[in-house]
């Protein structure tokens, strides 16, 4: 039973916490990287990440999805910041509104172009999975199918198809780490 709807709240709940989790995970190191560039104490700026983290989880059901997760992330992390310098009310120096805003708007447009590097590595990768392999990659990620629906598809056990799909993910990972590297080495 393909694309199937949460048959629970416990399965929506489950299913939101996933999407959130994997929304910040790609978000995280940009956000981190907009704080240290925003804060001169890194240690402050890993506390703030943590408070930022905390507030986008708690926030998350008031985020739009049609809206950029990472630009919605980097705002929270703004107002934190502010709100960390109004704290400090000190002679220290510290950065502009609008230096907030280029340095957050800075952040997401490298995020971006490291996403866009990613995404077309993978692409690659992927043009290099064939045969028994690409089939359950296909069936699990675009056809959404349970491992127990592929195994009987291709006649495996469900067990011989978890190990597949792990060894798939693990070489295309190593795959792409090693494309980000050269690309980064010929630009």
């Avoid at 995970?25 to 890194?42: C, G, M, N, S, W």
């Avoid at 506390?47 to 990472?70: G, I, M, N, W």
């Avoid at 195994?151 to 980000?180: F, S």
Wanted: charged residues 30%; hydrophobic residues 40%; aromatic residues 6%.
């Amino acid at each position: 039973m393909s694309g199937a709807r949460p048959t629970s709240k416990s399965d929506a709940a489950n299913e939101e916490r996933a999407r959130l989790a994997a929304l910040w995970e790609q978000a995280r190191p940009a956000v981190f990287a907009y704080l240290t560039a925003t804060i001169y104490d890194f240690h402050r700026a890993e506390d703030l990440l943590q408070e930022v983290a905390v507030a986008v989880a708690t926030k998350f059901h008031t985020y739009e999805p049609e809206r950029s997760f990472l630009a919605w992330s980097i705002g929270i992390a703004r107002n934190r910041a502010l709100l960390y310098f109004r704290e400090q009310a000190r002679d220290r120096q510290h950065f502009s509104d609008a230096t907030l805003q280029t340095l957050g708007d800075a952040a997401e447009k490298l995020a971006q172009e490291e996403g866009s590097l990613k995404r077309e590595a993978l692409r690659h990768c992927l043009a290099r999975i064939v045969g028994r392999r690409r089939r359950v990659l296909d069936l699990r990620y675009t056809g959404e199918r349970s491992i127990a629906d592929i195994a009987g598809e291709l006649e495996m056990t469900g067990n011989a198809v978890k190990i597949m799909l792990h060894r798939v993910r693990a070489t295309l990972e190593e795959c792409v780490t090693r494309r980000i590297a050269q690309e980064r080495v010929t630009h």
